[in-house]
């Protein structure tokens, strides 16, 4: 049974840095992408970044692009998301996904295709 877990997060006020990472482990094989979704209480979640995990290729929403970062440690199954400029706006739930398909195209934000979840990790920034 595979299980991601996330570490980080936390408070921060505007303009500050946050690192959140996550752990994949119990998988058969690596997943085929890894990536970083955000859920606002009443409002739908959304695709925040995403990493092709063979080919390292990464994918951004438009809200976040050139602020937010992600990245992988080879070998490991663990990516992180380094966040830096943060806004009031980016204040949410954030969640770690993984998809397991190796043909899905990861800059699809998808629960068809991110079928395994983290438990979530609050983000919290002020102005």
Known sequence: QGQLVESGGGSEQTGGSLRLSCAASGYNGRPSCMGWFRQVPGKEREGVAAIDVAGNVTYY????????????????????????????????N?????????????????SRGYVEWGQGTQVTVSS
């Open 61 to 92: 929403a438009s809200s976040v692009k050139d602020r937010f970062t992600i990245s992988q440690l080879n070998g490991k199954n663990t990516v992180y998301l380094q966040m830096n400029s943060l806004k009031p706006e980016d204040t949410a």
């Open 94 to 110: 954030y969640y770690c996904a993984a998809a397991l398909n190796p043909l899905w195209h990861c800059g699809t934000w998808s």
